[in-house]
């Protein structure tokens, strides 16, 4: 079984629980569940729907500020960003529209226009999203043509510690969640795409391309 991410061919089985088996890379150490255990579109657009979240909702602003107040410091007035996976109620790109920033969206599902995809940005969010990736590598590669060199790559997702604390993790548990990163993983990724990565918190990477 090669890795969905790095495609190392060396993978090791990590974890078992009541309804899947996860693996785990030898190269780029990315946990993710076993490919037999994905669910078909319409079952994963299902879960998807019981999602409530929306820009009025001041508990989910205040979440993603964990990402966007960290990242606006970074930013250059009136960059040009594009929040990708932004689900049913785009709410980081108007917070991000508020503060001066032009925004286009993106999500498969919810907003599947990919004419957004076709352009470069200064900045790209991913919050909550990476972890739902079911062939993160070709996701990646994606994400990192959609940012201009010199650009920057802001994720929000939580991180795999070790075997242990993956055993009683509940972000394991929502059978969307089948791709989990670390720190190292991230750290793998940033050295062989020629990128600075910064961790914020417990789950904020920001990662920025070479000019």
């Avoid at 529209?97 to 004419?115: K, T």
């Avoid at 959609?146 to 650009?151: D, I």
């Avoid at 989990?180 to 993983?185: A, I, V």
Wanted: aromatic fraction near 12%; proline fraction near 7%; charged fraction near 20%.
């Amino acid at each position: 079984m090669h890795c969905p991410l790095c495609q190392h061919h060396q993978t090791q089985h990590y974890h078992q629980d009541k309804k899947r088996h996860y693996f785990q890379c030898a190269r780029c150490e990315l946990v993710f569940a076993d490919p037999n255990a994905l669910l078909p579109p319409s079952a994963e657009k299902h879960q998807y729907d019981q999602h409530q979240n929306g820009p009025a909702d001041q508990g989910y602003r205040r979440f993603l500020s964990r990402l966007a107040q960290p990242l606006m410091q970074r930013l250059t007035p009136g960059s040009q960003g594009l929040d990708f996976g932004c689900g049913p109620g785009p709410t980081l790109s108007l917070m991000l529209e508020e503060a001066g920033h032009s925004m286009a969206i993106y999500d498969p599902y919810f907003h599947p226009d990919r004419a957004p995809l076709r352009n470069r940005y200064d900045f790209v969010t991913c919050t909550e999203a990476i972890e739902h990736f079911y062939r993160p590598g070709r996701e990646w590669q994606l994400l990192l043509e959609l940012v201009r060199p010199g650009g920057t790559l802001a994720l929000m997702t939580k991180l795999v510690k070790d075997k242990q604390a993956f055993a009683n993790w509940h972000y394991k548990n929502d059978p969307t969640h089948v791709s989990f990163f670390s720190r190292t993983t991230f750290e793998f990724l940033a050295q062989r795409d020629s990128l600075t990565v910064e961790f914020i918190g417990n789950d904020v990477v920001l990662l920025q391309k070479a000019a």
